[in-house]
């Protein structure tokens, strides 16, 4: 979060402000580090750099046309997982032969949409998944590239709503079906089987959980190979996690040394795909208290950003720090809840966390952000979603204005029936 700190007493993105931002287009906002963003994306290639992979970055974790505009131009390509997502990356205009596309439930109209687009390459989760691909493929006249995500049976020790490669999981196929898909390729044509996927779970602090999946992903491509089955992608997913509190998470370079030495003996090209590593410490949202209120029990900080905003505290326990945009001179630290207005127990920024007490109208920025921020907003309590800044150097750019009350009846309609006169009487 180095591109987030204090300058004197006000906390700056860049060399702007936060203040300065919420007073141009008021709060809650979300305000994105641009030396951040390309920060991280470059540690990665850095790392990585004696195997040039693809970085394929992970669109579900911050999908704003800028951010991936941002990133693509420096050479990423795209990790998408819904018709939706392809449509946003390819106006962003990156070249189709740089998108993969996972999930286990694409329908119909996803496949044909990227078959047509000729992207390159399907992360296959089921057989029946990959008979579709092969059916619309032969209807279209079309030779798509699939790879087979592998459930290698890894526990990542995360959080049981984002640890993916475990066996009771959803994702992937056990190695055996796997490895009987890849023996009978032909009977897939004209998919053509070109790679294995993986993707063990999100915020992994430690290396040894992809040590492990690794391993088992070589010996699989091995033995592969050695009944004339040649693999020549292999998709490690994403999955690097950040410093949300006191984790200490590995370096990319530490994650490298640990990785490196075992994909050298794969003769497969890399590809990877970062969301969280890249994005969540490149990103605020930045909120203002309504109010403070006290209770025999608890002190509640008020704000006026809430779950709809950010969803990861009320839907994983999720931990973000909160540091006040302006500091002030050190004043007790007191235990307390920071809220959202929301009409629900479990709308919460923060629980029993100790912080300087604000006044109303006191600015707050919850760090850590950028990944899985606005991508999981929503309209909920008819609440207008936020802004979304982009700060390079000491200029913002609003890459997403904030939505209007009439944004929130886009779309809806009232049947004639019921803007009749009287309606109600028939309908009784
Ligand atoms: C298949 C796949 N790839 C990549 C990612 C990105 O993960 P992260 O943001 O942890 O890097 C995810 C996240 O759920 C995923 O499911």
Known sequence: MHDFKYRGRKLCCERLDLASIAERVGTPFYCYSQKSLLDHFNKLKRAFRSISPLICFSMKANSNLAVLKLLTRQGAGLDVVSGGEL??????????????????????AEIVYALKEDILLFNVESVPELELIQRLARRLKKRPRVSVRLNVEVDPRTHRYIATGVSTSKFGLDLKSARGLFLNSRHYVPAELVGVHIHIGS?????????????????????LKKRGVHIPWLNVGGGLGIIYHDERPQTAHAFARRVLPLLKTLPARLIMEPGRFIAGPSGVLVTRVTTVKKTPRKTFIIVDGG????????????YHSIWPVRRSSNGPRVECDVVGPICESGDFLARDRKLALPGSGDLLSVLGAGAYGFVMASNYNSRPRPPE????????????????????VRGESIPAYLREAGSGKREA
């Not at 946003?88 to 999930?103: D, E, H, Q």
């Open 307 to 318: 779950m709809s905003d950010l969803l990861r505290p009320s839907l994983y326990g999720a």
């Open 203 to 223: 915020q992994i602090t430690s290396g040894s959980p992809y040590a492990q999946a690794l391993r088992r992903v070589a010996s699989f491509v091995k033995d």
């Open 389 to 408: 800044v982009l700060v390079n150097g000491s200029r913002m750019y609003v890459v997403r204005r904030r939505e209007t009350y009439r944004d929130l």
């Open 87 to 108: 449509y946003k990356a390819r106006r962003v205009g990156v070249p189709a032969r740089r998108i993969v596309y996972a999930s286990v439930g694409k329908t119909e």
